[in-house]
């Protein structure tokens, strides 16, 4: 019930339009970019991003700044949260994107305002329901994400889009085992909720159609403890 209420009154608070991260979530993210440098320093197999693809809430535009300071950012909506219809699921416009964020690609945002439908991914409508979330992951794994010319990129999301991540890659291992492979370093992986300012470390492959074939993923912990 307390958690009921707390959820009513955020979704009434205007002032939580498209809000920035709190104190406590800075620090958060803080901790995380020293455990990422680790990892870059101990193990030479990761490298840091080139490219960080983004949903454009401000909470997630400032979590990948303050994690991948010199990459290249590209803000997609297909990223971002379910549009329940509350302020902290809601952005602010494009114009007020470019002012406050210099250097992110805020193309895809231009042409959502525009009314202009990509060829591959969808539109993201107001009061969209989980599996209207989940159509928009499995757009972004099969049409987008394959195309990406780096081969090392960094995704920033947000709980409820990875969960239905989760839940995208399980529905299609269930389906047909053989053609999925999945690898995760943690029990009931695809139950598992992310924490807040949580990195973990993943490998997708596709085979030559394009078809995801293959998912390894895990803690930024178990990466910075391997061999």
């Known amino acids: 019930q307390i958690d009921l209420a707390r959820?009513?009154?955020?979704q009434d608070d205007s002032s939580l339009m498209d809000a920035p991260l709190s104190n406590g979530g800075i620090e958060q993210v803080k901790a995380s970019a020293e455990r990422l440098t680790m990892l870059l320093h101990k193990n030479p197999r990761y490298q840091k991003p080139k490219i960080v693809l983004t949903s454009p809430l401000r909470r997630a535009l400032m979590?990948?700044?303050?994690?991948?300071?010199?990459?290249?950012?590209?803000?997609?909506?297909?990223?971002?949260?379910?549009?329940?219809?509350?302020?902290?699921?809601?952005?602010?416009?494009?114009?007020?994107?470019?002012?406050?964020?210099?250097?992110?690609?805020?193309?895809?945002?231009?042409?959502?305002?525009?009314?202009?439908?990509?060829?591959?991914l969808s539109p993201v409508l107001k009061g969209?329901?989980?599996?209207?979330?989940?159509?928009?992951?499995?757009?972004?794994?099969?049409?987008?994400?394959?195309?990406v010319e780096q081969d090392i990129l960094a995704v920033v999301s947000h709980k409820g889009w990875l969960r239905e991540l989760r839940n995208v890659l399980k529905e299609?291992?269930?389906?047909?085992?053989s053609k999925l492979r999945l690898e995760f370093d943690?029990?009931?992986?695809?139950?598992?909720?992310?924490?807040?300012?949580?990195?973990?470390?993943?490998?997708?492959?596709?085979?030559e159609d394009g078809k995801l074939i293959s998912v390894v993923s895990m803690s930024l912990d178990h990466a910075i403890e391997e061999e």
């Open 172 to 177: 299609r291992q269930d389906k047909d085992p």
């Open 186 to 207: 943690i029990d009931a992986w695809h139950l598992t909720l992310f924490t807040n300012a949580e990195l973990r470390v993943a490998e997708f492959e596709w085979d």
């Open 7 to 10: 959820k009513a009154v955020i």
């Open 128 to 147: 969209e329901d989980n599996a209207a979330v989940r159509l928009r992951v499995a757009s972004f794994l099969d049409n987008y994400l394959p195309h």
């Open 63 to 120: 979590t990948a700044m303050n994690l991948f300071g010199d990459a290249h950012f590209v803000s997609l909506e297909v990223l971002r949260e379910k549009r329940t219809g509350g302020p902290c699921d809601e952005r602010c416009t494009v114009a007020e994107k470019w002012e406050n964020y210099h250097g992110v690609d805020f193309s895809d945002l231009e042409n959502a305002e525009r009314g202009i439908e990509s060829s591959i």
